[in-house]
């Protein structure tokens, strides 16, 4: 069975720009979640997505946003980036809603870097 | 608010020798608890996660780790340590009544010398 998948792996964006990160949970998982990790630092939940709904949602400024798919994929968005938004994005899957007792399994990540 | 803390940023340990990586957590209810490893531009793969029951989980690679409630802690240990486990470690809290999170600790970076 394929894991959790992430793309792109690496993308290099402006100042300003937008950018789209994309995750495919494994299959059966309905829950998604975004976490960036900034280098030197644990993980920072940003959001996670049950049956296309959000679930919950991290201390990140609105220039953030996600969602979920019929299909469970997800995509998470960040406008306006800024040089502090550079860090590794990381996706998990679990295949309950709100039941971190399960566990999450987590993507290789994308590695974003803002100039 | 849930938090986690990895006293130690550092650990050196020489091959063969015995691990332990220290975790304290703030919550006041009984929390999931989680250990992660992440070696370099990687991903998190999950050695461990308590839940309930016995207090002494035991995990892939060799890996176990002690809840211990008096003490708030959930400390990660190996016996004997093999130049692969070389990587960064990372403590986790969960809790139904922090919604749908995962609280990570800042890591522990784990090098071992031959």
């Known amino acids: 069975d394929a894991g959790v998948t992430q793309s792109p792996t690496h993308l290099i964006k402006t100042r300003g720009q937008q950018v789209t990160l994309r995750c495919s949970p494994i299959?059966?998982?309905?829950?998604v979640s975004w976490y960036q990790q900034v280098l030197g630092q644990g993980p920072q939940f940003i959001f996670q997505y049950y049956e296309k709904e959000e679930r919950g949602r991290g201390n990140f400024p609105d220039r953030f946003s996600a969602r979920q798919f019929p299909n469970y994929s997800s995509e998470l968005n960040v406008n306006a980036l800024l040089l502090g938004d550079s860090a590794l994005y990381l996706c998990?899957?679990?295949f309950g809603q709100g039941t971190t007792n399960y566990g999450y399994t987590f993507g290789s990540g994308t590695r974003l870097t803002v100039v | 608010a849930q938090s986690v803390t990895q006293p130690d940023i550092h650990i050196t340990v020489s091959e063969g020798a015995s691990l332990e990586l220290r975790c304290n957590y703030s919550?006041?209810?009984?929390?999931?608890l989680f250990w992660y490893v992440q070696s370099p531009g990687q991903g998190l793969q999950l050695l461990l996660k308590?839940?309930?029951?016995?207090?002494l989980v035991q995990g892939i690679k060799g890996f176990e780790a002690e809840f211990k409630r008096s003490q708030s802690s959930f400390n990660l240990r190996k016996p004997s340590v093999h130049w692969s486990d070389a990587a960064e470690y990372f403590c986790a809290v969960g809790a139904l009544e922090y919604g749908n999170k995962l609280v990570f600790g800042a890591g522990t970076i784990l090098r071992v010398k031959s």
């Open positions: 299959s059966g998982h309905k829950s």
């Open positions: 308590y839940f309930s029951g016995d207090t």
């Open positions: 919550y006041g209810a009984t929390p999931y």
């Open positions: 998990a899957s679990s």
